[in-house]
């Protein structure tokens, strides 16, 4: 089991930035991918950036060059720095972990965070 703290959504204007982190606990020794996914009102939810146990990232066009995915130094806890913020960017953001237990992969996932973004 793992469980996924999130925090640091909020408001903010076009054009500025926010970080949110997420916490892991539990077996995180299982965890081989963390990432953010975010979900908009009337939209399906979708990836925005992941980062895997190797540090490989991978980001969604729509953010590439103004969000970075990152850990800390035990490589525990992920952030993701969002600059340059849209209108679109608005949702909620939810953190997931891909756990690898014996031959099968699980999703977990945060409570989410709103991230608003207006003027």
């Known amino acids: 089991q793992v469980q996924l703290v999130e925090s640091g959504g909020g408001l903010v204007q076009p054009g500025g930035s926010l970080r949110l982190s997420c916490e892991p606990s539990?077996?995180?020794?299982?965890?081989?991918?963390m990432g953010w996914y975010r979900q908009a009102p009337g939209k399906q939810r979708e990836l925005a950036a992941a980062i895997t146990r190797d540090g490989s990232t991978h980001y969604a066009d729509s953010v590439k060059g103004r969000f970075t995915i990152s850990r800390d130094s035990a490589g525990n806890t992920v952030y993701l720095q969002m600059n340059s913020l849209k209108p679109e960017d608005t949702a909620v953001y939810y953190c997931?972990?891909?756990?690898?237990?014996?031959?099968?992969?699980?999703?977990?996932w945060g409570q989410g965070t709103q991230v608003t973004v207006s003027s």
């Open positions: 997931n972990a891909g756990v690898v237990s014996g031959r099968n992969t699980y999703d977990y």
């Open positions: 539990g077996s995180i020794f299982s965890i081989y991918s």
